[in-house]
């Protein structure tokens, strides 16, 4: 019997604590009466190889542990959750809406230009140069090491020594690619322009002749090798009507971008002292308790307004799950241009509502009972609408079973995650929850022995062998 089998018969076990107080000994997180266990967590990543034995691996999975099951059991209580306010999420909504009407009313831009002037503008940039790539990615584990991140890359560099002494790039990429949209293709991306790939990718094409294979180029999505195909300029009757259309959306662009620093030059905003430490606590834990005058407190502020820590950590709640992590590492500089983009954002509401942009009460309701449809399908999709409670069965048992089987699937990508952000700050009110860092680090060092120890996985036989044979050379 695996360790998978003894997990799902004695989960009902594990998580209803008993009278008393709760030992916390080989736990990782707790919630109410439920537990994860160092055990639970274990058999939940051991098998996951392309999640890294890290520490913000772990936690980040015990989170959305403590999230799921406050979600499951809510669900089973009430699945109209009326105990949640969805206001403050959908209020967010509402307020871009606002932006983009403001934007729509005060910017009045003449974009018109003539065939000429667009002709003339056209052959000045060159933007209509079409080109053609194919790309061999890796994945990098979530929360990678720099370690994890260097045997990786090595990896991919090994097999551009293949590609140059020969090898088949397409089959290499059918082979190897850990993109499943161009993999099957041979990695093909097909015709792109100016624009459509991110900024790194890009500047790695632009750089190579047709026929090149790059070096090992990192973007958000992993670590690429690229050939490039082929490369072609359009020809100006071709490329006309979508290069009106960019221009045109540029123009409204760089207008904007004006407007927006008017507003901000006019409010001057300044950072307050200590806000760049603030941000970071606030980063590293956003569930912590706030006093009222503690979330009061301005992080930067201007004559007739400010960015509270309230309202930092609102925008912890309602973002994604990724934010505080970016945060915490962020340099001081990078903090306070976070800081003022958000005295930006402000600045446009405020100029929105008092042009009169402020939505309607009926339709902050119609978006409050989305809000509430949408909740309720994600807890359909994990599992917990339709609780599978045998007779005589405890809540807490089919709770805790239904919370394992979503964490499974989407640990192994059978089922997206699905980030609870706010909704799961608010369920976590009423509760009584923690991680433990000794059990998190315990988790660390169990997986890493655990997958240590074992016969190497296919896709990790051939990333080692790579690295390897890239070592000796």
């Known amino acids: 019997m695996n360790r998978k089998t003894i997990l799902v018969l004695t989960v ?39 999640l890294a034995a890290d520490a913000g691996v772990v936690k980040a999975v015990a989170e959305l542990w403590l999230n799921y099951t406050l979600l499951a059991e809510a669900t089973a209580t009430d699945s109209t959750f009326s105990m949640l306010d969805f206001e403050p999420l959908v209020m967010r909504q509402a307020q871009q809406v606002m932006v983009f009407q403001l934007r729509d009313s005060v910017i009045q831009v003449d974009t018109f230009m003539t065939e000429e002037e667009l002709r003339q503008l056209y052959e000045t940039e060159e933007p209509a140069l079409e080109m053609r790539a194919r790309h061999i990615m890796f994945q990098l584990p979530i929360g990678a090491t720099q370690v994890q991140r260097d045997s990786v ?14 090898e088949n790039f397409s089959g290499l990429a059918q082979e190897l690619s850990q993109d499943p ?5 041979g990695g093909d991306l097909g015709p792109f322009g100016r624009g459509d790939m991110v900024a790194p990718f890009e ?3 632009l750089a190579l002749q047709p026929g090149e294979i790059s070096e090992v180029v990192e973007t958000p999505m992993g670590l690429h090798i690229i050939r490039l195909e082929e490369r072609r300029f359009r020809a100006f009757e071709e490329a006309a009507t979508l290069y ?66 309230g309202d930092m950590k ?4 309602l973002e994604s799950p990724t934010l ?35 939505p309607a009460r009926d339709s902050v309701e119609a978006m409050i009972k989305e809000a509430g449809i949408q909740l309720r399908n994600a807890a359909r999709v994990l599992g917990f609408l339709d609780l599978d409670q045998a007779p005589g069965e405890a809540l807490e048992i089919a709770v805790a079973r239904a919370v394992e089987n979503a964490l499974v699937d989407n640990l192994s990508g059978a089922t ?26 315990q988790v660390v060092l169990d997986v890493a022995q655990i997958r240590a120890a074992r016969q190497l996985s296919p896709v990790e036989e051939t990333l080692t062998t790579l690295t390897t044979i890239d070592t000796i050379r």
């Open 153 to 166: 890359a090595a990896a991919l560099s090994g097999i551009r020594d293949r590609v140059l002494r020969g």
């Open 416 to 441: 997206q995650i699905v980030p609870l952000g706010l909704v799961g700050f608010q369920l976590r009110e009423g509760s009584s929850s923690e991680v433990f860092d000794e059990g998190v680090g």
């Open 244 to 309: 009106r259309s960019q221009v045109q959306a540029r123009t409204v662009q760089e207008a904007e971008s004006v407007f927006v620093a008017s507003l901000y030059d006019r409010a001057a905003p300044m950072i307050v002292e200590g806000a760049i430490e603030i941000v970071r606590e606030l980063a590293e834990n956003p569930s912590s308790s706030l006093s009222g005058r503690a979330t009061r407190r301005p992080v930067i502020e201007w004559n007739g307004g400010s960015v509270s820590v």
């Open 12 to 50: 009902g076990v594990l998580t209803i604590s008993c009278s008393g107080e709760q030992n916390t000994d080989g736990l990782v997180a707790i919630v109410d009466n439920y537990t994860l266990s160092i055990d639970d967590a274990v058999d939940l990543l051991v098998d996951e190889e392309r």
């Open 203 to 205: 500047e790695a094409v």
């Open 314 to 317: 609102t925008l912890i709640q």
């Open 181 to 185: 949209g161009t993999a099957l293709n």
């Open 324 to 358: 505080p992590m970016q945060l915490s590492e962020s340099s001081d500089d990078q903090l306070i241009e976070f800081l003022r983009s958000l005295a930006r954002r402000d600045l446009l509401i405020r100029e929105a509502e008092s042009e009169g942009l402020r």
